[in-house]
């Protein structure tokens, strides 16, 4: 399984990015995709997940102004992010986790929030 995000850069405080993950073979297959995030210094954190039903859950530091969304035609997941704050600034990777809980990451994108 192989996933690739991209989209990442450079925003200004309260700016908008959309970042996108192509995720080989087909989406249904996995229970869940979603993206987590990694500041400098930092824990992982699980940003935003949308699993097989299309239940979807989110962090508190980043609801109402992220969404996730998915197209099970083109195997892509998507995170939509507004009024981004520096405290999002941090690598960003897409995963898929299958029916055995088994996870897979892709290569992060870099979000940079700085005015």
């Known amino acids: 399984v192989q996933l690739q995000a991209s989209g990442g850069g450079l925003v200004q405080p309260g700016g908008s990015l959309r970042l996108s993950c192509v995720v080989s073979?087909?989406?249904?297959?996995?229970?869940?995709v979603g993206w987590y995030r990694q500041a400098p210094g930092k824990q992982r954190e699980v940003v935003t997940t949308?699993?097989?039903?299309?239940?979807?859950s989110y962090v508190d530091s980043v609801k109402g102004r992220f969404t996730i969304s998915r197209d099970n035609g083109k195997n892509m997941v998507y995170l939509q992010m507004n009024n981004l704050k520096p405290e999002d600034t941090a690598v960003y990777y897409c995963?898929?986790?299958?029916?055995?809980?088994?996870?897979?990451w892709g290569q992060g994108t870099q979000v940079t929030v700085s005015s």
């Open positions: 949308i699993f097989r039903g299309g239940f979807t």
């Open positions: 073979g087909s989406i249904d297959t996995f229970v869940a």
């Open positions: 995963y898929a986790r299958d029916f055995k809980f088994v996870e897979y």
